[in-house]
């Protein structure tokens, strides 16, 4: 998959939305970053799912529900548990309900946005999902992982002593589980924006998981961190 962040290369984006409208309206916003660009569209999962096996794109904004198969099930194919490549999809719908954000970050969502966020903070979404930095709002992480934490199997093994983090590590860990982006995470222990990619890197590498998703997901079910 090509590098989102590689010079001179735009990360490339799939919208999958039944609404005709909105769908435009996302390409258009999109389209108009410089750094980001549309490389397909799709009214339905099944046509979604088909298009970014093809594509193969950075980001893919899902609809939830759409005809054929909606968008919780197009996610689970393309970023759930076994599969080998998995797409970043970014969740986009109307409703802001507890059960649909689960339902999304267990199929292996990157991220969720409702459908009235401005312009401006889907793009900011879809870049923060290209680079792996960002989940939910604090606010709506604690109130998911408070709710549905228990209930979210995505990591096969359970902490394994045999390969320890180190206590920044443990730090950094803790603070991507309250829902703090790498920035946060910066000021927040007076380092650079660079050591704390480094950190979140190994902190994925030591414990065998794939993005921050599965990270705060694994530190409530491991008790590395304490519920709010």
Known sequence: MPDPQAAGSPTRVLVCDD???IRAGYVTIIDAQPDLEVVGQAEDGR???ELARRLRPDVMVMDI??????GIAATRLLAGPGVEDPVKVLVVTTFNLDEYVYDALRAGASGFLLKDSRPHELVA???TVAAGEALLAPAVTRRLIGRFGSRVRVAEREWDP??????REREVLTLIARG???????????????????YVSRVLSKLGLRDRVQVVVFAYQNGLVSGY
């Not at 703090?180 to 222990?189: D, F, G, M, Q, V």
């Open 19 to 21: 609404q005709s409208i």
């Open 47 to 49: 046509t979604g799912v």
């Open 65 to 70: 529900r759409m005809p054929l198969l909606d």
């Open 125 to 127: 979404a879809v870049r």
């Open 162 to 167: 045999a390969e320890p983090l180190t206590d």
């Open 180 to 198: 703090l982006s790498n920035a946060e995470i910066a000021e927040a222990l007076t380092i650079s924006h660079e050591t704390v990619k480094t």
